[in-house]
């Protein structure tokens, strides 16, 4: 089992700036990809950046240019600086990890988010 905990959301006007972070923990072989999803009020549930532990990462096209994620594998966390933020942003972010158990299989788990609103 794996323990995320997010921090960092707030309030801001469109343009403005954010950078979460989560920390895992918990019982598990290791931590394979880390990332971001996130939740609008009503909408689906979609993933918004992840990152490898060798560094790859991959993007949502509408935030590509605008969000930087980057990961500390020693500490198990993963960041989301979030920059040119707009209203369309808002929701909840959630950290996101596949965790990897001495068999090799795989789950996902995911903490319990982080408010995100962006103001016009």
């Known amino acids: 089992q794996v323990q995320l905990v997010e921090s960092g959301g707030g309030s801001v006007p469109a343009g403005g700036s954010l950078r979460l972070s989560c920390r895992a923990s918990?019982?598990?072989?290791?931590?394979?990809?880390m990332g971001w999803d996130r939740q609008a009020p009503g909408g689906l549930r979609e993933s918004v950046a992840s990152i490898t532990r060798d560094g790859a990462s991959q993007y949502l096209d509408a935030v590509k240019g605008r969000f930087i994620v980057s990961r500390g594998v020693r500490e198990n966390a993963v960041y989301l600086q979030m920059n040119d933020l707009k209203p369309e942003d808002t929701g909840v972010y959630y950290c996101?990890?596949?965790?990897?158990?001495?068999?090799?299989?795989?789950?996902?788990?995911w903490g319990q988010g982080t408010q995100v609103t962006v103001s016009a």
């Open positions: 996101r990890a596949e965790g990897v158990e001495l068999t090799l299989r795989t789950s996902d788990f």
């Open positions: 918990g019982n598990i072989y290791s931590i394979a990809a």
